[in-house]
């Protein structure tokens, strides 16, 4: 493999002084790779990719992203979140702001990018995820899988070199899960790297170039998706697949 876009060594995080939330990851990932992550609710996957944008600090270990070693240095900590976009379960949209707004909000203030080049940036990604048209409206006039593709589109305005998606689907109406996923889909196959939690098995047979599930704080498989799918490796993952697939 070149050199990891994501590097983690023998990761080790608590909540408190306790609950040994995340133990002995090891994971690399490389540009171009498409993560899908699974596992038992309370496993440890939205604490592993929120550790990638430093939303969540670690204890043990060393945690390389975009060649910033994350730990003490804020301005690693910064320049990580330029270039790492993510989107949240639950949208995490500003409510009172327009759609248009909360995309430009972040490229202006946080990156200082003139204000009408921001608004042309975050046209053309409302054009990509199929709604321009609602630029002026605001969040909660929207259904739940526009909300979720105006996120996506705002964590496309920084240009992020790695995007990380925390069970995108998981808060949406069923008929509204394609449209989100199809999106999902255009970006992986525009070469972009991504991470995603997910329980869509379908989707993420098709969109992951490997699977990692965890279970307890531990990476317990690593596989390709047609193995971990159809020939799982631990009682584990097999025990995890049976009940929801
Ligand atoms: P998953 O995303 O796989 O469901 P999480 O990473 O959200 O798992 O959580 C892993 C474990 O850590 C769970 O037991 C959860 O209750 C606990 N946890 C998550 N966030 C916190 C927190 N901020 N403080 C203490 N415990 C937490
Ligand atoms: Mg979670």
């Not at 440890?44 to 430093?54: D, E, H």
């Not at 240009?159 to 992986?188: N, Q």
């Not at 329980?199 to 279970?215: L, S, T």
Request: glycine fraction near 6%; include cysteine.
């Amino acid at each position: 493999m070149s050199e990891p876009i994501i590097n983690f060594e023998k990761v080790n995080k608590w909540y408190g002084n306790d609950f040994h939330v995340l133990r002995d990851i090891n994971l690399q990932v490389a540009q171009g790779e498409r993560l899908v992550i699974c596992g038992p609710s309370g496993s440890g996957k939205s604490t592993l990719i929120r550790c990638i944008n430093a939303l969540e600090e670690y204890q043990e270990g060393k945690l390389t992203v975009v060649d910033q070693l994350l730990g003490d240095d804020l301005k690693a900590v910064d320049a990580v979140r330029r270039q790492v976009g993510m989107v949240f379960q639950q949208f995490n949209l500003f409510p009172h702001l327009s759609v248009l707004e909360n995309l430009t909000l972040s490229p202006t203030w946080v990156a200082g990018m003139p204000k009408k080049e921001a608004i042309e940036k975050a046209m053309h990604q409302l054009e990509r995820v199929q709604i321009a048209e609602q630029a002026n409206k605001y969040p909660l006039q929207l259904s739940g899988g526009q909300q979720q593709r105006v996120a996506i589109a705002r964590a496309l305005c920084l240009t992020p070199k790695i995007m990380l998606f925390d069970e995108p689907t998981s808060a949406l109406d069923p008929e509204m899960i394609k449209e989100v996923l199809d999106v999902i889909m255009e970006l992986a196959d525009g070469g972009m790297t991504m991470l995603c939690v997910t329980h869509e098995m379908g989707f993420a047979k098709a969109v992951a170039n490997r699977v990692i599930f965890m279970d307890q704080g531990q990476i317990v498989e690593e596989n390709n998706p047609e193995e971990f799918f159809n020939n799982p490796r631990t009682d584990r993952s097999k025990d995890f697949l049976s009940k929801i697939l």
